[in-house]
């Protein structure tokens, strides 16, 4: 990537010339590393109202860079910050213990609940953060995303053959992903899908809502039953499509959230379920499987042993077992 500054540009505006580094990369990831330190409200403002352009024309939050595009950045301004204090060792051990899978292209944690995919929104240190600040000498890079409260497989890429190669695997639907999830009440089916088309909208306090909507994005979850409870069933979810807060949208669509989410979920439910310990939202990425240049990837992370003790208590509850034994779970 090198900048080509034209005589007729304003001044302090740059042109930077996409190298081979960034190609494929979307635009509002390049932003943040080529702006650094100003806040993510400010670069999608800047997108917003056209300052950053691709070979002149305006851009969105999803355009993608490509290997020779020319990019106007304008002069921006960032006030001085005080020094932030890096992650702490006991911070950056928490989820180098986590670490289930590394070869030369991909590094692959369990992430825990709490812990977001990466800083921004008062979160200092997500885990890609904690994981460089853990790794200095390598380079990391997130190749997907999971919300705060999920747990489960979370992928970076060490190599940008790695990065491109899977987010072109997702983006065609060349990747499987599976969750656990507890949904309150009894769905009629133990095996259904969920086809609804979902929008996404930012709030003005900047919180992401979704909703199910005709003009939204096409969106389809396979559910399947894989253990009952009382008042509650746990699925097994797996994206047909990867939508943000798919599989918390469409439960709740079909009049069955998920267990512990407060955004989407039932409140009653919800305080009769943390009564029993929960005190999370009951949703889990328990595999992801893929092939990329000739080789199967397949990663797996077994269910917290908060929820399988959640579960064990609203066991109690019924007469009997749950249908089918725990830790038992095996992607189709």
Known sequence: MQTVTSPDAPHGVRQVEIGPERDG?????????????????MIYRLLRT??????????KPDTRLALGDTLRLPPVRVAEKPVERGPSQEQMAELTDRVI???????????????????????????????????????????????????????????????????????????TKQYLCLMVGHPSKAKFDVNAPLRKSVLQGGERMVRVADDGKPSLTFFREME???????????LG??????????????????????????KDANRRFREHGLQRLFLHA???????????????????????????????????????????????
């Open 241 to 266: 499509t990867g939508r943000t807060h798919q599989i918390r949208v469409h439960a709740a669509h079909i009049g069955h959230p998920l267990a512990g989410d407060a955004k989407y979920g039932d």
């Open 101 to 175: 899978f590394e070869d030369k292209h991909f590094l692959v944690i369990d992430k825990p609940s709490g812990v977001a995919s990466h800083g921004g929104s008062g979160i200092t240190h997500g885990a890609i953060e904690l994981m460089r600040a853990a790794r200095p000498n390598e380079s990391l890079e997130l190749v997907h995303r999971l919300d705060r409260d999920t747990s489960g497989v979370l992928v970076f890429a060490r190599t940008r053959a790695g990065l491109v190669g899977l987010q072109a695997a997702i983006r065609a639907g060349e990747v």
């Open 50 to 59: 056209g300052q950053v352009r691709v070979n002149g024309k305006r851009a």
């Open 286 to 332: 328990s595999h992801m499987s893929f092939e990329l240049d000739g080789r199967s990837y397949g990663f797996s992370a077994p269910l917290p042993d908060d929820l399988k003790q959640f579960l064990d208590t609203l066991a109690s509850e019924g007469k009997q077992p749950p249908a089918r034994a725990r830790g038992r779970f095996r992607p189709d």
């Open 25 to 41: 990369q979307r635009i509002d990831n390049a932003l943040m590393t080529l702006l650094k330190g100003v806040p993510k409200s």
């Open 228 to 238: 009952q409870y009382p008042g509650a069933r746990l699925m097994q979810a797996t």
